[in-house]
């Protein structure tokens, strides 16, 4: 037996959700949002949260251990990334996703095992006949906070997107099942001679109207209403499909990648973005763990590769694929018909 190795890597994942539940309370709280101020020190940060006074210095000085806040002689502050990334009011707020993660996967999650076993959806949808969206959409607290949620996962790779591919070669283009707009807006706001479609269900359409006429592009970017099983894909000179896939088994990722060459021109581009699982499925965790978060969301999604994504889309007729990355663990693949 080798004696030089530790467990101390092992243990340190198998307590990662002790840290994990914590930064994801503190996104609950507000408390990255409360110190967008200035430096506040305990007792004000204590009161603010009405936190018990058994946890409030534990919490706190866990978050700085953690690197999620500072602490100096006035009291505790944000770090830089958490002043960007976690107020509430920063343009390039992320915690919408994190809000999600604490109310929703972090206790579905806790059913992993079963699904493993399974096969089946360990959330809204267990033991139902709705699929995610169904499930969720009725109630407009849940159907809000998705698609905010939607926006903080998006707008890394949104904005990546906006620069990597050559927009200027087209005029229009359609972001298929849009959520609140997060990437359209994105691309509009950076190539102001295209127009643009967001197609999503109709419960989705007021929470993405508003978001885009938020950022002044009513003008460019317009909702359109539709089932993407039911009804044929709006025609445009790009399509998009961010995340679309992964929800789906590979019968229904094979019907919409159809539907998506038929609704382009030739010489039209589809562009596939999601956490791509590496070709080698060893080393992006994030995506394979995506993939088992889809086990847990849905009733037969899954990730993929981008050898796989290019494989899928040659079958279904486009002549030439590539895969490049976005920002962080997504990478786009993009197929010309
Ligand atoms: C995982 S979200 C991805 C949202 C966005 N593209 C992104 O990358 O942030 C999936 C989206 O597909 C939409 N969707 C689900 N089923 C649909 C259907 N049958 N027809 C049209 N859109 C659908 C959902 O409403 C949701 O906005």
């Known amino acids: 037996m080798d004696q030089n190795v530790s467990p101390d890597a ?52 866990a978050l700085v251990a953690l690197g999620m806040l500072e602490r100096g002689d006035e009291g505790y502050t944000n770090t830089p990334a958490t002043a960007a990334f976690l ?18 996967l972090y206790p579905h999650w806790g059913n992993l095992t079963e699904a493993l076993k399974t096969g089946e959806p360990q959330n809204e949808a267990k033991g139902g006949d709705e699929d995610l969206f ?7 607290e849940r159907l809000r906070q998705f698609l905010q949620a939607m926006t903080g996962a998006s707008l890394g790779p949104a904005m990546a997107l906006a620069q990597a591919f050559p927009w200027k070669d087209y005029s229009t283009f359609v972001d298929v099942g849009c959520a609140q707009g997060g990437l359209p807006v994105q691309v509009a706001k ?50 998009v499909m961010g995340r679309i896939l992964h929800d789906w088994s590979f019968e229904q990722k094979f019907e919409l990648l159809g539907k998506a060459y038929d609704a382009l021109p030739d010489g039209g ?12 499925r060893r080393t992006n965790a994030f995506g394979l763990l995506m993939s088992l978060n889809m086990l847990i969301e849905t009733k037969g999604g899954f990730d993929f590769t981008g050898k796989d994504c290019c494989g899928w889309m040659t079958l279904v007729g486009f002549t030439e694929t590539r895969v490049e990355h976005l920002a962080g663990p997504n990478s786009m693949v993009v197929g010309i018909k």
């Not at 169904?134 to 407009?140: E, V």
């Not at 581009?269 to 080698?280: G, H, K, N, P």
């Open 269 to 280: 581009a589809l562009i596939v973005y999601e956490s791509l699982i590496d070709d080698d």
């Open 190 to 239: 950076a190539h102001p001679h295209l127009t643009g479609v967001g197609f999503d269900l109709p419960a989705v359409g007021p929470i993405f109207e508003q978001y885009v006429s938020r950022h002044g592009l009513g003008d460019r970017l317009t909702f359109h209403a539709g089932d993407f099983f039911a009804d044929d894909l709006p025609s445009a000179d790009v399509l």
């Open 87 to 104: 107020d509430r009011n920063s343009p390039r707020y992320v915690g919408g996703l994190l809000e999600m993660a604490n109310a929703r």
């Open 134 to 140: 169904g499930a969720l959409y009725g109630d407009p």
């Open 10 to 61: 092992i243990l340190q994942l198998g307590f990662g959700f002790w840290g994990s539940k914590t930064l994801l309370s503190a996104v609950e709280l507000g408390v990255f949002t409360a110190l967008a101020e200035g430096p506040k020190p305990l007792p004000q940060l204590a009161a603010e949260f009405g936190l018990h006074p058994r946890s409030a210095v534990d919490f706190f000085d």
